[in-house]
């Protein structure tokens, strides 16, 4: 496998943010709001389609992991690859549905169904999609590449965003069905084109790299392979770590988005103007920020990164609640963007390190079973983030039910209640959320130098290096790393998935 990425393979696989952070941070800014503030739908019915059909969708996610890594053993696979076929039919639902979601005066059932068949063709879309460098390269300075680079589109999307809704808010009005509906149907061309984009500039591992796990022979053993690959993901400590720093960090990036708008408008008494102003302005600075983490990420590890985001997201929240407090003055506005930008810095931190942390864990796995399972792993972390995703246009919409939200386009000002409930949701919650991960990154010890030490020793015993040669480093490394003592890995262990009726043996694997 080459480890050269190019240029044209960095922009093209960070274009898959103009989804990822461009689109879905575009509904959560305003989807909900749209919903609930024009369409004139209650916050809890709200909360509903979102917080259903994500669930729904979230049990996709392993089983799409599944299915795109055993495709490669098929013969269409071969040809046609592991992770393109459902990328492209993904972008097709993509195009064709997500400016339906911005469309007024529909029913709730329609409301249902669109927002279903979104993220049926978005999960189509990065589930696969974001396997890519972990299949492009297992060096960490081009994996932090490819990422990083992800991460930057994302933020020049939000940059777009948010010029985007500011214009055609000043344009067409604030509160103006149309106003959303042109949102949708612009930023919904400029997604499918970027996909377009994506698809046609990155690539795959080569087919006679892969080492597979067992076939599932028959119907009852592909849902018991799945049912073990879920399970055992859980059995890489690194993994683990990392599963709660991504989604509890995905909650708290999910919330903090879609609360946002809420608590500008209706706490700090900001129009949806100046809202989309700041989104756009936070993203600029974002894209400072994301540089610095990248290098920092790099240099000490996402880890360590982490939590100096999280500080920087408690000072902002800090900063929120003394706006609660005060009430709105002369200063107001000036007070939210700098604390609005004290969020986003650190928020970026929250939103790029997991991501990071990702393109190195099928390599860990593969200290522990000796396969590349790169499919497993990112369908059970779509699941949690899209059960993350999820938890938050429910917990939002029940907040605001419970708390006494008035929907509506000619509500303006919301009641006490109302007012407490946004704050915390947008205060209280996320710095709970926060201080867990806090904990779970401390125990991480992810490195570029760890990283290098288990891929080197991988790459040794597979090439038919002796075990008993390993040296302390790196035995220290795997061990810390995979939460497995040295001796039970590399397959030597019941981790992975193995049909025992199928009489299936694995060749062994090649250097890498």
């Known amino acids: 496998m080459s480890e050269k990425i190019k240029l044209r393979n960095i922009f093209g696989y960070a274009s898959i943010n103009f989804l990822g952070s461009g689109a879905q941070g575009l509904i959560s800014a305003w989807l909900m709001f749209f919903y609930t503030s024009v369409c004139g739908i209650s916050a809890v019915k709200a909360g509903f389609i979102f917080g259903a059909v994500r669930l729904?969708?979230?049990l996709g996610n392993p089983i799409l992991g599944f299915i795109s890594d055993a495709v490669g053993q098929t013969k269409f696979g071969k040809k046609y690859g592991r992770r393109k076929p459902f990328i492209a039919v993904g972008i097709i639902g993509v195009a064709l549905v997500f400016p339906s979601l911005w469309i007024a005066e529909k029913s709730f059932a329609y409301y249902l169904i669109v927002n279903f068949i979104y993220e049926i063709s978005y999960t189509l879309?990065?589930?696969?999609?974001?396997?890519?460098?972990?299949?492009?390269?297992?060096?960490?300075?081009?994996?932090?590449?490819?990422?990083?680079?992800?991460?930057?589109?994302?933020?020049?999307?939000g940059i777009i965003t948010g010029f985007l809704t500011a214009y055609i808010f000043s344009t067409y009005g604030k509160t103006s069905a149309k106003s959303f509906w042109y949102i949708g149907l612009i930023y919904g061309i400029i997604t499918t084109i970027f996909l377009i984009f994506f698809i046609l500039n990155v690539y795959e591992r080569d087919p006679k790299d892969i080492v597979y796990e067992d076939a599932a022979g028959s119907f009852v053993e592909v849902f018991k392979k799945l049912g073990t690959d879920i399970f055992s993901s859980m059995r890489n400590r690194a993994f683990r770590l990392h599963t709660i720093m991504w989604f509890l960090g995905s909650v708290f990036k999910q919330l903090s988005g879609?609360?946002?708008?809420?608590?500008?408008?209706?706490?700090?008494?900001?129009?949806t103007v100046t809202v989309s102003s700041i989104n756009s302005t936070s993203s600029i600075i974002s894209c400072v920020a994301l540089f610095v983490y990248i290098l920092l990420a790099y240099k000490f590890g996402g880890p360590k990164t982490y939590k100096i985001g999280s500080a920087i997201v408690f000072v902002g929240s800090a900063g929120y609640l003394l706006l609660a407090l005060i009430g709105h003055s002369s200063i107001t506005v000036a007070l939210f963007v700098i604390f609005a930008i004290i969020n986003i810095i650190g928020k970026t931190s929250i939103d790029y390190v997991p991501t990071y942390q990702m393109g190195f864990i099928a390599d860990i796995d593969e200290a522990i079973t000796g396969k590349r399972r790169e499919g497993v792993y990112n369908g059970?972390?779509?699941?949690?983030?899209k059960v993350a995703s999820a938890i938050e246009p429910i917990v939002l919409g029940i907040v605001l039910g419970v708390f006494g939200f008035k929907s509506g386009k000619?509500?303006?000002?919301?009641?006490?209640?109302?007012?407490?409930?946004?704050?915390v949701v947008?205060?209280?919650?996320?710095v709970v959320l926060l201080l867990i991960t806090w904990v779970a990154a401390s125990r991480f010890k992810l490195t570029k130098e760890t990283h290098k030490l288990l891929v080197d020793e991988v790459n040794r015993?597979?090439?038919?290096?002796?075990?008993?040669?390993?040296?302390?480093?790196a035995k220290a490394a795997i061990e810390e790393l995979t939460g497995w003592k040295y001796e039970q890995c590399f397959g030597n262990n019941n981790v992975s998935y193995k049909n025992n009726k199928s009489g299936h043996i694995q060749a062994k694997p090649k250097t890498i």
């Open 410 to 423: 000619n509500v303006h000002v919301q009641p006490h209640g109302a007012v407490i409930g946004i704050c």
């Open 461 to 473: 015993v597979h090439a038919g290096g002796s075990k008993a040669d390993v040296t302390p480093e």
């Open 258 to 271: 879609g609360v946002f708008t809420y608590f500008a408008v209706f706490v700090v008494l900001v129009s």
């Open 380 to 385: 059970v972390n779509g699941l949690f983030g």
């Open 56 to 58: 729904i969708d979230a």
């Open 125 to 157: 879309i990065f589930v696969p999609g974001t396997t890519l460098p972990a299949e492009m390269t297992q060096n960490a300075a081009e994996k932090a590449k490819l990422i990083g680079g992800k991460q930057y589109c994302g933020t020049i999307s």
């Open 426 to 430: 947008a205060i209280v919650v996320p």
